[in-house]
């Protein structure tokens, strides 16, 4: 089934297309500037040096901005070892960085990291010198994918709520929407002018439905032969952890560097899906069985993590459907909410 938005005649600056390249460039010269690009056919969020790189008219890339925030592998520290004297450095990130075409449901995802990396407990300050210091421009979806399903989750392909600044396309160039302070701060960079533009209308597929994860009894669901089931598909390749824009399990290691002396420590990906993950002293693993680890997927998104870190009924799931394309073994995520919102 398909179906629109009722139609929103919300009047937006309007910026011409070339106008937006020119605006790109210049910001490019001054931060760090990361955008859609094309990589050996691979669409990758990436650093640009100028907007002739862009994959403009881009679709969703494989990767998350996740990784700006929360980098796959990033050295928190480096350590000089001479004599009987260590020294040890932090390595916090500088420099400011503007990540141009942001969509909806990857903004949502940072929101997510949010709740654990800086407003419950301690503050990572690695990731809140990336936070402090990233822009984000958003890039409205025209519609939504075939594995996507943030409409569910209650976003939207144009939702603008995690944004500082939000652009829609429109003929000829983008109808713009400063959402933020820090967003109306780098608009300041670029004039304006005084044509304006209707905010378009996203077109929505909801091709099944799919329950909202609040629905559902999760605990009542803890001791069934289902996941055993999922499991038996499941590869423990850990790429859905990957190429999910929530997912934040991380290991930490010191390693050698080539110089004598010379060390560094850092914070890499890791994955509950993987079979060595949270294994203690003694080679102990606490879900020494495959069906455990999957389980703990789904309600870690669905139900442990947001009543850990207060997030009421917003999920650590966005609806982005990058698992389900990157599942070597369609094991898919709106699958497991469908089956579990049956009545027993």
Same mark, same amino acid.
């Given at each position: ?65 996740? /990784? ?18 260590? @020294?040890?450095?932090? #390595? %916090? ?40 210091? #990233? ?6 979806? !025209? ?41 109306? #701060? %780098?608009?300041? @960079? ?37 996941? @055993? ?5 499941? %590869? ?16 930490? !290691?010191? /390693? ?8 560094? !420590? ?11 993950? !949270? ?66």
């Amino acid at each position: 089934m398909a179906n629109s938005k009722t139609a929103n005649t919300q009047q937006l600056a309007f910026l011409p297309s070339e106008t937006v390249a020119e605006w790109l460039d210049g910001l490019a010269q001054t931060k760090t500037l990361v955008a859609p690009q094309d990589v050996a056919g691979v669409l990758l969020y990436m650093p640009v040096k100028s907007s002739r790189e862009i994959a403009w008219g881009f679709s969703r890339p494989v990767m998350s901005i996740k /990784e700006v925030f929360f980098p796959p592998t990033e050295r928190l520290l480096s350590i000089q070892k001479s004599g009987g004297q260590v @020294t040890v450095n932090e #390595t %916090l990130p500088e420099g400011e960085t503007v990540i141009f075409g942001a969509r909806p449901c990857d903004a949502r995802g940072v929101k997510v990291l949010d709740a654990l990396f800086l407003e419950t407990g301690a503050v990572d300050p690695y990731y809140a010198r990336h936070r402090q210091n #990233t822009t984000l421009i958003g890039l409205a979806c !025209r519609e939504m994918g075939p594995t996507c399903f943030c409409t569910t989750l209650d976003g939207a392909p144009d939702d603008n709520r995690d944004m500082d600044v939000m652009l829609y396309e429109v003929e000829g160039g983008y109808a713009v929407e400063a959402v933020t302070e820090k967003g109306k #701060t %780098l608009l300041q @960079t670029i004039n304006m002018g005084q044509k304006t533009a209707n905010k378009p209308v996203s077109i929505v597929h909801q091709p099944f439905d799919i329950p909202h994860p609040q629905s559902i009894s999760w605990p009542a669901h803890f001791g069934d032969e289902y996941w @055993t089931r999922m499991s038996e598909r499941c %590869l423990s390749c850990r790429a859905c952890a990957y190429v999910c824009p929530t997912c934040r399990c991380f290991a930490i !290691r010191d /390693e050698a560097l080539t110089s004598p002396g010379q060390y560094e !420590r850092i914070r890499c990906w890791d994955s509950c899906e993987g079979e060595n993950y !949270r294994r203690i002293a003694g080679g102990h693993r606490q879900r020494a069985e495959k069906g455990e680890r999957v389980r703990n997927r789904f309600f870690c998104k669905f139900h442990y993590y947001p009543e850990q870190y207060g997030l009421g009924e917003m999920p650590a799931c966005t609806g982005c459907g990058r698992c389900i394309d990157v599942c070597p073994v369609n094991v898919d995520i709106t699958e497991v909410l469908m089956d579990l919102g049956r009545p027993r």
